[in-house]
């Protein structure tokens, strides 16, 4: 980072000159922070690519799920899940939950922005707002973390479900304790 005198550091420097000093202390402030982030990012890439591909690969090859190193910690060989409906199939996800009596992970939400003091009228809002006229958007949803422990019940339990409808990425990682 470009190191630049702070504000003040003069006497006579009019609120102008102090805005252009600050303006170009950002500028290089903000330079710095996405050299940084895109740094971390590229660390992360790599630590995923090693805890999910190159350690996971190597214990299998050898057939061990883990291994003491000589400081005392344990290397874990576990399968792990993520799901995430992409948009374009939450229709047909949807439909297949239902089919499959599943449909009880689908929460359905709507927002009512009421004033403080009308706590009452939230009660029954849903109905009270649509026989008043007033619209009211129904937002049906799957937290990510249910969706995520649904997906690794049902694989685990060998159900065939649709994984590219629901997103699914099977994977296997290892954690260190």
Do not use: C
Request: without cysteine.
């Amino acid at each position: 980072m470009n190191q630049q005198s702070l504000p003040g550091d003069e006497f006579e420097e009019t609120p102008l000159d102090l805005i252009k000093k600050l303006g170009a202390i950002l500028v290089d402030v903000d330079k710095d922070i996405k050299e940084k982030e895109e740094t971390l990012s590229q660390v992360k890439a790599k630590r995923k690519q090693i805890a999910e591909v190159m350690l996971p690969e190597l214990m299998e090859d050898i057939d061990i799920e883990s291994l003491t190193l000589a400081d005392g910690t344990k290397i874990t060989l576990s399968k792990f899940y993520n799901a995430k409906i992409p948009e374009a199939h939450w229709g047909d996800a949807v439909e297949w939950l239902e089919s499959k009596n599943h449909d009880g992970i689908i929460k359905s939400g709507f927002t009512v922005a009421l004033s403080k003091g009308q706590a009452e009228l939230g009660q029954a809002a849903k109905a009270a707002l649509r026989e008043l006229g007033i619209p009211v958007i129904v937002k049906d949803s799957i937290h990510p973390s249910t969706l995520r422990a649904f997906v690794k019940e049902q694989l685990e339990q060998g159900e065939d479900i649709p994984k590219e409808m629901f997103g699914v990425y099977e994977g296997k990682r290892v954690t260190f304790k």
